[in-house]
């Protein structure tokens, strides 16, 4: 497990639950140094998935970033008090807009 000395003085919030995070931290690597490993659920059989490249190659880290769905977690940097939530299910046509 990833554990950092100096966690940084930003935050965020993932499904309520407060994160610590450093500038320049993507929010993928905040999330993994926080013990969050999975960042959405697959569409058919609701398999928990996370950052898996963390440089925007395989589309395994998509969450949900202030309201908007399919945010590359791992391509994100934090800014504070972003509201970050796990994506659920298919992305639909409404949301590649």
Do not use: H, K, W
Request: aromatic share 4%.
């Amino acid at each position: 497990m990833l554990v950092r000395a100096d966690p940084g003085s930003l935050t965020l919030t993932f499904e309520g639950r407060t994160i610590a995070a450093r500038e320049g931290d993507s929010v993928a690597s905040a999330l993994l140094a926080a013990g969050v490993r999975s960042t959405r659920l697959t569409p058919r059989s609701g398999t928990p998935r996370g950052p898996y490249c963390m440089m925007g190659a395989c589309f395994e880290c998509l969450a949900v970033v202030d309201g908007a769905p399919n945010v590359q977690t791992c391509l994100t940097p934090v800014r504070d008090g972003m509201q970050v939530e796990r994506q659920a299910g298919p992305r639909g046509v409404e949301d590649a807009a």
